[in-house]
């Protein structure tokens, strides 16, 4: 994992919001995958914020998107926001369910 990079989680209610912060790469990725996952079991709604990111490694965004597709199934929503979102999406939306 990049040594700068954090996620903090807030829950509100069913939902979670995780706000990225520091440099996104492959091991960044499989961190917030595994959030990700684990966080869908109880959530309605998952909020990725991504104002806080400063770099976006290519190894980071091929890891997320690879283990994100499979994910695209869950009943859980999952939405990204901000400036990095367009990045992280899967789609020309950044809106993942």
């Known amino acids: 994992m ?6 903090a989680i807030d829950k ?5 919001v995780l706000k990225l912060e520091g440099d996104f790469d492959a091991t960044s990725a ?4 595994y959030a ?5 079991k109880e959530a309605a709604k998952i909020s990725i914020y991504t104002d806080g990111l400063k770099s ?10 690879r283990y994100m ?3 695209n199934s ?7 926001t901000g400036d990095n979102a367009s990045k992280l999406s899967l789609s020309n939306s950044s809106t993942l369910s």
């Open 12 to 16: 509100k209610g069913y939902d979670f």
């Open 36 to 40: 990700i996952k684990k966080l869908s």
């Open 2 to 7: 990049a040594s700068n990079f954090g996620i």
């Open 74 to 80: 869950l009943s859980t929503k999952i939405v990204l």
């Open 30 to 33: 499989y961190e917030l995958i």
């Open 56 to 65: 976006m490694h290519p190894s980071g965004l091929d890891v997320f998107h």
């Open 69 to 71: 597709m499979p994910l």
